[in-house]
């Protein structure tokens, strides 16, 4: 009897290796999240900064990671850097500098947007009142930005999980090469490129949605 | 720097440019069409079609186009479905672009006060009628900024299209890369090939924006 090929997703330990390549991604991801989320607030009070020229230099900053191809920069710091300066990085370091000057400048543009959609007078009324300023920052200016900040900064991790897919470019062994490799494996099996691909698919769909959809409720019910 | 080699080069890259171009040109405009009949569907409340809608944009958007084109590729084969690369790269765009922009249309559709749509009405227009000569216009100022970041977006994902054996900018640069061994000749050609496609884009998105802004599309004007 002809195998339809669904069977391949868990033939042998098939699925655990799936499992173990979409780690790698997600690996790099988190890795990046947390870096760019603690880095990114410190690069958006740099964005808010009294100083022309620090805010001219953050703003090309983020506008060159911006406009170039994730994959393009991946490129330049995986290929070019050994190159021009003798770093052989491998793929995984690469992807997480590169998620990163990314994910922080996103971030950091997120928090000069939250802050500075603030209205000033909310300060002044915190002062009227009778507020210190540390308390105006406790009790009035971060519960308002944290509620901007929020969603945005969750999608912006799903966009970053979905970036990470690109490792697969750049010779980490990810879910996609994996995938790959069993295919490969079980090349007798017809329908089998069908069975995985679309797998992957659903793992990162699976994995995306729910965070997305968590970003949406925050920002309807802060709105 | 070898100059002789860029110079050498630069028919090959011109070459990559404009498949890059194309490409995402075409898949631009399917995405702009399929965006926009999406969020027709979901901003009117059509029924059953709505959740189809609903589920296609989430797919769309909580999953990696380089996932995406693998499946439409290498996967959709193996069942019977057998598409050109080039078809790929399309409908792979097209897919991902349309989420994106079903989501800035209907953002643009829902700022459009309802009692646009009443006066439409008042005034013996049909409902096409009204969509088409009061809405839209209307919505696509607001829609203006999101579609056009959408759009430069896109461009920038075509730099995946060298998974589907296209010979973009990407695989050009990764061609000459594996077999000259001049890594930063090579980089640096793509990166300014990029920033050849990118930037224009960028800045007639602007000029755009400010010209329906100028022209007062979507302003609430006291009556």
Known sequence: MQDSGISILFKGVNFQRLMGGLWVTLRIALITIGLSVVLGLAFGLLMLSRRKALRAVCRAWLEIVRFMPQLVLLYLVYFGFARLFGWDLDGETSAVIVFTFWGTAEMGDLVRGAVSSIPLHQRESAAALGLTPLQAYRHVLIPQTVRRLLPQAINLSTRIIKTTALVKMINVTEVLKVGQQIIGQFYRLREAPFWVYLTIFILYFLICWPISALAGRLEKRWA | ?223
């Not at chain 2, 702009?32 to 969020?39: A, E, T, Y």
């Not at chain 2, 009628?129 to 839209?136: A, E, I, K, M, W």
């Open chain 2, 1 to 223: 720097m070898d100059w002789s080699f860029i110079t050498a080069h630069v028919p090959d890259f011109l070459a990559g440019a404009w498949v890059t171009l194309r490409f995402g040109l075409y898949g631009v405009a399917c995405s702009v069409v399929l965006g926009l009949l999406c969020s027709l569907v979901l901003a009117y409340r059509v029924p059953v079609l709505r959740a189809l809608v609903r589920a296609y944009v989430e797919l769309s958007r909580n999953t990696p186009l380089l996932v995406q084109l693998f499946f439409l590729y290498a996967g959709l084969p193996r069942i019977g479905i057998r598409l050109s690369a080039e078809a790929c790269a399309v409908v792979g765009l097209a897919f991902l672009g349309g989420g994106y922009m079903a989501e800035a249309f209907r953002s643009g559709l829902e700022a459009v006060d309802r009692t646009q749509r009443e006066a439409g009405e008042c005034i013996g227009l049909t409902l096409p009628q009204t969509v088409r000569y009061v809405v839209l216009p209307q919505a696509f100022a607001t829609a203006a900024p999101a579609v056009f970041a959408n759009m430069i977006f896109l461009i920038k994902e075509t730099s995946m299209f060298s998974v589907l054996a296209m010979m973009d900018l990407m695989n050009v640069a990764d061609t000459l890369r594996t077999s000259g061994g001049r890594t930063i000749e090579v980089l640096s050609m793509l990166v300014i090939a990029y920033v050849a496609i990118l930037l224009p884009v960028s800045v007639l998105a602007t000029l755009v924006e400010r010209r329906m802004r100028y022209a007062g599309f979507g302003h609430q004007h006291s009556v």
